[in-house]
């Protein structure tokens, strides 16, 4: 029993003044009921348990706090007594699995139980058996007695007053306050609360609460400041004579009005609540909260709106405390000292505090700082409603990038300040432009112009007149999808985001809009996946762009940037409108629903087609079906694309969890078949599946028409960016004003009897019957005075399943050496495991291959790794010596300066080689990696930065730099344990 002299202890303090307020908003919900959760393993002394919990009671006179209504306020009162009780519960489940879902459900019941303000006691305890040497306490208490400190105070006293009635330990605790002392200290502020919620800024119903289905779903990101920036933090503080929380809570209100339209947060931070000892033992809620309010565009440098923020929460201080509602965001500060973790020794029970269970929220989005060891947690977490995973951690991203920047320069321009990564197609939507406003009246604009509407309520309250620049008037990123899903579904036209991000003007989008409604049918606007990329004259064939690993058609946007046909441009993607997860798990299907759209918009006119590397698979097999379909087949353009007969065997390592395997077990499950049109096939030179004149001519099979063979000397990436996309495009349009000549003219030679053997072996391969397709193909070779490529590669990979290389090595020791392609050579350089042989076919490798050293970065690699460091060092200088192989040569120099030691030579040489304008995509992101991992963080950033100002849609890229910020915010590597240099 907890004895306590009962009755009033003043007011309630400013801060539970403002949660009974929230919580009046969101009736029936348990945004306040905050829980923790300890696992306790070992053998419990269940007796001793209860007696350390009603120490822990006795302890802390929050336990014995409840409200009481006096002349219709609500007063806090603590009771004479508390009956200090723990219900024990046992987990029931015939398995442990079953046990373990059982908990995590009866836990996820207590978080989602609101807890009455008039009850006696504003907690609930329950102790779950879970196994005999597992049991898991849970406290559940009520946001008006305890606060984030709370739980670790609570966990350290029950776990001493636990030794005390098992051990016979006199509990080595601090001196202890009191909850209602402090409350009576608290000066009472006369306000007026708010009881129903402002008009939102972010988009949610206008109620005074949420289904609890809704409110209870939340996303959580987690980002980590390393100590360098938080020392930054307190150095840009210091300077401006400010606390490091008016750093942290500009930058926030800084995101929020440029992010998320919203320049209020309200803050609640823990600096002045916790001075002494006994304050710090304190169980109870230690926050203040300030309504933190500042207009952006007042000021120009980051200092200015930091001294802003400043004045803001001196007067907060002073005046009225802010009550939170549903429209609002907020932050919590939490810098007071954290306890020791604390654990049982000796075989005895130990202490471990569970993760928090899921919980529901009464902002939209919650910002917690706090600090560890080595430098600060920032904790984003918001309503799954409104925030995706995704832009959830794009603004977590965009806070942390706006702290490394300020704190590199207090005095930047806000206008500077960067809040996506440069190489997003999004980053020019976050320039600050100047324009002008004319005196119109708002209402006159809304009634008569749709278009200007939904920019002033996108924009609110700003109006727009003709000239008006969507950033210039306060959009954003957000704001600026949102205005064109509402644009595009009002006018019933696609409108290009691409082209509105280099021209944001009113009347540039209002020429779109002109531009697409006249050509826009009917039926096209049916389409699930046609749209419209760029509109031309509808009396010559449009061209349709086909998508490639992804789904989309990014790759497309650097064609329309050079187009200069008189086609009208459409592209087909994997995403169908309001189904945006959707993807395919069956080629036909696809090219079925891909054929309904064009059937549906175009069913008189001939179709040209262009696809890159998969969608030229998928050109290939849309051309027959609109063929099968009676539509008309115009041009076929195959931009450096396998033929069907090289991707033959099955995937050794299938995940379907992975867009680029999946997207090629597609190909691999369709069976194609010729189609009538010519093909126009565009084969990039360097190193993309080792491309040879064989290759290219294997598309033969497939067509009954011609094969126009184009030559590019670049890589694969490549080809779809400047300078070599102009000359793509030019072969795409091919009309008198870009005669484009090409290097080859093949005749079109299908095989049946090839084609039907092809077509059984690989049927029997989908199986798994890799032996008959073996049977089927070993016959083949004799028929050919040179085989070719694809029946070679495609037994070397049946080999490869059956574990046979020895097979596939002798098969290529049979064969006429001119028909050992370099693609050939690194296949069985794949399957062969001891390393003479490796080296043997990666030098093969790269004589078929000639100046363009194909290969070279691999067995430079291969020669170092097996002691043969004089030959790999002549190598690399050898292919660094042949201009087409120049990059590659660079890589090489990279590596061996790498591995002798020599980091800051290794970082020289991988710039030399990204910064060469050959340089492959896939050089960045390896080059980066190997920069990243020597230590050499800033030449991976100016490597990133370069590659994605190259190549924005890299995925490798961006994961490359999640990976660089992540060894940025590591602790230092200790030099006794940093791995030594390779002699």
């Known amino acids: 029993m907890n004895t ?3 009755g009033f202890c003043g007011a309630l303090s400013p801060y539970q003044q403002a949660i009974v307020t929230a919580e009046r908003l969101e009736p029936g919900l348990p945004v306040f009921t905050n829980v923790a959760c300890w696992n306790l393993h070992g053998p419990l002394d269940l007796t001793a348990f209860q007696l350390a919990f009603a120490d822990l009671v006795d302890r802390h006179d929050a ?25 024990s519960v046992k987990i029931a489940g015939e398995t442990l699995d079953l046990q373990n879902k059982a908990l995590e459900q009866a836990i996820t019941n207590i978080a989602l139980t609101p807890i009455d303000l008039t009850d006696n006691a504003l907690w609930r305890a329950r102790l779950f058996r879970h196994r005999t040497q597992h049991h898991v306490f849970c406290l559940s208490m009520h946001h008006l007695i305890c606060d984030e400190k709370s739980f670790q105070i609570i966990g350290r006293d029950l776990h001493a007053f636990y030794q005390k009635h098992t051990r016979q330990m006199a509990p080595d605790l601090p001196e202890i306050g009191d909850f209602s002392g402090y409350l009576a200290g608290q000066k009472s502020r006369q306000t007026t609360a708010r009881v129903t919620p402002s008009a939102p800024a972010w988009p949610m119903p206008q109620t005074t609460g949420l289904p609890a289905d809704r409110a209870t779903q939340t996303v959580r990101i987690t980002k980590k400041i390393a100590t360098r920036i938080l020392a930054e ?64 565009t ?154 200007v509407a939904i920019w002033a309520e996108i924009l609110h309250p700003a109006v727009p007149t003709e000239s008006s620049d969507f950033f210039g008037l306060g959009g954003t990123s957000l704001s600026a999808v949102r205005m064109i899903t509402r644009v595009e579904k009002q006018f019933q036209c696609a409108v290009s985001m691409v082209e509105f991000l280099s021209d944001a003007r009113l009347s540039t989008l209002r020429a779109q809009i002109d531009r697409a409604l006249p050509n826009r049918s009917v039926a096209e606007r049916s389409a699930q996946h046609l749209v419209k990329l760029s509109a031309g004259d509808d009396a010559l064939p449009p061209l349709i762009c086909l998508p490639g690993v992804t789904g989309d058609i990014a790759w497309a946007d650097q064609l329309i940037t050079n187009w200069g046909g008189k086609n009208t441009v459409y592209g087909l993607s994997f995403e169908r409108q309001g189904d945006p997860d959707w993807f395919p798990n069956d080629l036909n299907a696809l090219i079925d629903d891909f054929l309904t759209d064009l059937k549906t918009a ?67 499950h369709h069976e194609y078949t010729p189609i009538t049109a010519d093909i126009h096939y565009v084969r990039c030179l360097r190193d993309f599946a ?90 083949l070779l004799a028929s050919f005075e040179v085989a070719p490529e694809w029946l070679i590669v495609s037994l070397i990979r049946l080999y490869d399943r059956l574990d046979q290389p020895q097979k596939a090595h002798a098969l290529v020791k049979d064969t006429p050496a001119n028909a050992a392609t370099p693609l050939i050579w690194y296949e069985l350089s794949l399957i062969l495991k001891d390393r003479k042989n490796q080296i043997a076919c990666l030098t093969n490798l790269m004589t078929a291959s000639g100046p363009r050293m194909v290969g070279g970065i691999k067995l430079v690699k291969t020669l170092w790794k097996n002691g043969q460091r004089k030959r790999a060092r002549d190598l690399a200088a050898q292919i660094y010596a042949s201009p087409p192989a120049r990059s590659a040569g660079a890589m090489c120099q990279s590596f061996i300066l790498n591995m002798q030691g020599d980091t800051a030579g290794a970082a020289e040489w991988a710039l030399r080689a990204v910064q060469d304008p050959e340089c492959a995509m896939r050089y960045f992101p390896t080059a980066a990696q190997q920069m990243i991992n020597c230590g050499e963080l800033d030449t991976a950033r100016t490597i990133i930065t370069l590659g994605l100002r190259l190549f924005p849609q890299s995925g490798r890229l961006l994961t490359v730099q999640k990976l660089l910020e992540d060894a940025e915010n590591a602790k230092p590597v200790p030099i006794a344990d940093a791995p030594a240099p390779v002699p």
């Open 602 to 668: 175009f069913p008189d006119q001939p179709i040209d087609l262009a696809g890159f590397s998969l969608g030229g698979s998928l050109a290939h097999a849309l051309a027959a079906g609109i063929s099968r379909a009676g539509l008309r087949i115009g041009k076929v353009f195959i931009l450096d694309t396998s033929s069907d007969f090289l991707n033959f065997a099955p995937l050794k390592d299938h995940d379907p969890t992975h867009i680029l395997s999946h997207t090629r077990s597609l190909v691999l």
């Open 233 to 296: 933090i307190r150095k840009t503080a210091q300077a401006s004579n400010v606390a490091p929380v008016t750093v942290w809570a500009a930058s926030y209100q800084l995101l929020l009005a440029r992010f998320c339209d919203q320049a209020d947060p309200c803050i609640s931070v823990s600096i002045p609540d916790r001075p002494t000892q006994a304050v710090q033992s304190i169980v109870g809620p230690m926050l203040h909260s300030f309504d933190l309010t500042s207009d952006i």
């Open 298 to 451: 007042e000021h120009g440098q980051f200092n200015s709106l930091m001294a802003a923020a400043q004045s803001s929460l001196s007067d907060c201080k002073t005046s009225a405390p802010y009550t939170p509602n549903l429209s609002k965001a907020t932050i919590s500060y939490h810098d007071a000292t954290d306890l020791d973790d604390f654990a049982g020794q000796d075989g005895r029970l130990r202490f471990e505090m569970r993760p928090p269970p899921q919980r529901p929220m009464s902002a939209d989005l919650h910002l917690g700082i706090r600090h560890i060891d080595d430098g600060a947690e920032v904790v984003f977490e918001a309503r799954k409603a409104l925030f995706s995973h995704d832009l959830l951690e794009t603004i977590a991203d965009a806070y942390k990038r706006i702290l490394h920047q300020i704190t590199d320069d207090p005095n930047v321009a806000l206008t500077r300040l960067s809040l996506c990564n440069e190489a997003e197609t999004t980053r020019q939507a976050l320039k600050i432009l100047a324009s002008e406003q004319t005196p119109t009246s708002r209402a006159e604009h809304l009634e008569h112009d749709p278009l």
């Open 690 to 779: 080792f491309p040879t004149a064989r290759m290219a001519a294997d598309w033969q099979h497939l067509t009954h028409g011609q094969l126009f063979i184009y030559n590019l000397d670049t890589h694969h990436a490549n080809a779809i960016h400047a300078p070599w996309i102009g000359r793509i495009e030019q072969i795409i349009r091919a009309d008198k004003h870009s005669s484009v000549s090409p290097d080859k003219i093949l005749p079109g030679t299908p095989n049946s009897s090839i084609y039907n053997t092809r077509l059984m072996a690989r049927r029997a391969a989908r199986i798994g019957d890799l032996t008959s397709a073996i049977e089927l193909f070993e016959p």
């Open 4 to 6: 306590i002299t009962s």
């Open 63 to 87: 336990f014995a706090m409840h409200l009481r209504s006096v002349n219709g306020a609500l007063k806090p009162e603590f009771a004479a007594s508390v009956t200090a009780s723990v219900n």
